[in-house]
């Protein structure tokens, strides 16, 4: 419940061929209490992050919208073809409204 | 912890009403009734830790613009709230996979849909037991 979210971890390669398909690993702390865990005798306090959005060259690419049984440290592989040299971009939102990003680069030729 | 894990549980309301459910696939779907099959769902049959079941879910799709999925769902029939996570694809993705951790309280069956370009709905699902409950 500190004032920022932690900082995101992204796994992507540097470069790629065109028509590569690359995969992208995500991992971002985050304890994901949903409120019903109880300590004792009293309920931990709700902190959830809402979803997790990831850009190719500015495009919505994918989006995770996480409820209650997604895991604490939310960690997502997903594949992608990369067609030119590409700018991604990840934001995390919680339930408070902040926000935290990160951004990588996949270099073609 | 474990033992701390079992009686939290224990304080939920239980088990689960599969009105619940019901309404989670709904708002979700609305009142298309999914198909089975075209879905590869990789999961562990036993689970060490409800904490982090690690899932792979894998839909047949070209993932192109005339024809790819537009979401993935994915439901913990058991646990105190269903919900677990909506993916929203685009064909931006090489293919329909979205791996994820997520949690089980218990025992139970987990079910994925999942939302084609086409307005078809696809659906899979499986059983995994747990060792040690998720604090969900």
């Known amino acids: ?109 | 912890m474990r033992r701390r894990v079992l009686l939290t549980i224990m304080a939920l309301p239980w088990p689960v009403l599969a009105d619940e459910l019901q309404t989670a696939i709904e708002a979700a779907i609305g009142a298309t009734r999914p198909e089975p099959g075209g879905i590869t769902l990789r999961a562990p049959e036993r689970a060490e830790n409800g904490g982090q079941v690690p899932i792979t879910i894998l839909v047949e799709s070209p993932q192109t613009a005339a024809e790819h999925v537009t979401a993935i769902h994915l439901f913990a029939t058991r646990n105190p709230t269903p919900g677990v996570a909506s993916f929203r694809l685009t064909p931006a993705l090489a293919r329909a996979e979205v791996q994820t951790r997520i949690r089980l309280a218990e025992d139970q069956r987990i079910l994925v849909l999942a939302q084609m370009s086409d307005g078809r709905v696809r659906q899979v699902a499986a059983e995994i037991r747990v060792a040690s409950g998720g604090c969900v």
């Open chain 1, 1 to 109: 419940m500190s004032g920022s979210l932690a900082t995101p971890r992204i796994r992507a390669p540097r470069s790629a061929r065109t028509g590569e398909v690359v995969e992208i690993r995500t991992l971002i702390e985050h304890p994901m209490e949903t409120g019903l865990r109880q300590e004792g005798g009293r309920a931990i306090t709700r902190d959830m992050l809402t979803a997790m959005t990831v850009r190719v060259n500015g495009e919505t690419a994918v989006v995770a919208e996480f409820r209650n049984g997604s895991s604490a440290n939310p960690y997502h592989v997903f594949f992608l073809r990369i067609e030119r040299t590409t700018e991604l971009d990840f934001t995390w939102v919680d339930e408070r409204g902040r926000v935290a990003r990160a951004q990588a680069r996949i270099a073609v030729g």
